[in-house]
């Protein structure tokens, strides 16, 4: 039986926003069938299924797409930082303290 990880997408460094963090996306497993290529010294493998990257709009698809498709999947769960929204007057406000003295 093939092994399948379900997972939610990290945003990259170049990401503001959690646009492509919301749906939940099935990958396979590495598989250690590579070749190195002589020539080139690129990786080959016969098995493209490392390439396939699905995505599901939630956590539930993605487990019926895999008991469909007889696959034995495994979800990772990721814990976001929870960041409390700020606005430009709270910079200034007197519940932070300096060191400065006047």
């Given amino acids: 039986m093939k092994k399948a990880l379900i997972k939610k997408p990290c945003k ?25 290529d002589v020539l080139m010294g690129w990786n080959s493998s016969d098995n493209t299924n490392k390439q396939i990257k699905l995505s599901f709009p939630n956590l ?10 007889n696959l034995s999947y495994k979800v990772e769960d990721q814990s976001f930082k ?4 700020k606005s430009y007057s709270s910079n200034f406000s007197n519940t932070r303290r300096t060191s400065w003295t006047h």
């Fill in 82 to 85: 929870v960041i409390k929204p």
């Fill in 12 to 36: 990259t460094n170049m990401q503001s926003g959690l646009k492509k963090t919301k749906s939940w996306i099935v990958e396979f497993q590495f598989d250690s069938s590579l070749k190195k």
């Fill in 60 to 69: 539930a698809d993605a487990k019926s797409w895999c008991l469909k498709n």
